[in-house]
Structure formats: structure tokens, C-alpha cells
């Protein structure tokens, strides 16, 4: 039993869309699930699991720049923003935060409703601390 969870967060590192698939499925098809329903933003952040031409043109078309590193699949890499690519760390935090619940890190649900359940309660709860 193996699940990935993509995430998009906001500038906050508060989790805007949350999407639960099989752990076997490539970032590339999960990204392609989650692009109608991305906010509006000037730049999306991304690990080199997402890098792909195609993503890259349908974030382009939505007017969002990319600054996603290159896989090392890419003969040539393609230029991203360091320095913006710098706060990355806000996904990766909150994803910590998550797995800070037992429940989450271990997946003790079999059904993936609930676990799915149970990550947006904890991230309400997470998040909703943190702003007060």
C-alpha cells in the first residue's frame, strides 16, 4: 500500500490543493491532474520530479513561470531563479508539519478516503493554529 501526496501551497506554505494518488503514478500525470485547479500566481516552485516540456507550456499558457529544477533526464538543463527557488523550503515544511501526525506518517488507514480525510483535518488544524 503506497500513496503520494501532491501538494500546492501558498506563499505561507499553507496548502491550497491537495491531491492524493498511488504511490506507483509519475509527479508528471499528478501535475497534469492538479493544473485546472491552480490558483492564480506569478511563479510556481517545483522539484525535478515535475520537470516536464509539457508541464512547462501549460504553466507558461496560464501566464505562471516556471522555476522547477531540471531532471537529470534533460541533455540540456533549463535555467531557473535560485534565489526564488530558495523558498521551496515552505512545501517541505509543511509536509513535515503533516507527518508530525502519526496517523499520516504511518498510514494506518487502508481506505484512501479516509486517510485523505484525515490529512485535510490535520492541515486545517495545523494551519489554522498557526494564523492565531
Known amino acids: 500500500m503506497n500513496s503520494k501526496l501532491h501538494a500546492v501551497c501558498d506563499g505561507k506554505g499553507r496548502p491550497v490543493v491537495l491531491l492524493l494518488t498511488e504511490g506507483q503514478m509519475s509527479d508528471h500525470k499528478g501535475a497534469a491532474l492538479m493544473l485546472l485547479r491552480l490558483p492564480r500566481a506569478k511563479d510556481l516552485l517545483s522539484d525535478k520530479g515535475y520537470d516536464s516540456n509539457r508541464f512547462r507550456e501549460a504553466l507558461t499558457e496560464r501566464g505562471v513561470v516556471p522555476c522547477i529544477t531540471s531532471s537529470e533526464s534533460r541533455k540540456v538543463p533549463i535555467p531557473y531563479e535560485k534565489a526564488l527557488y530558495r523558498q521551496r523550503h515552505r512545501i517541505e515544511n509543511m509536509s513535515g508539519r ?3 501526525w502519526r496517523r499520516i506518517a504511518m498510514r494506518y488507514d487502508r481506505s484512501a ?3 485523505m480525510s484525515a490529512i485535510c483535518l490535520a492541515a ?4 489554522w493554529i498557526n494564523e492565531s
Open 124 to 127: 486545517t488544524v495545523l494551519f
Open 98 to 100: 503533516l507527518k508530525d
Open 113 to 115: 478516503h479516509t486517510f
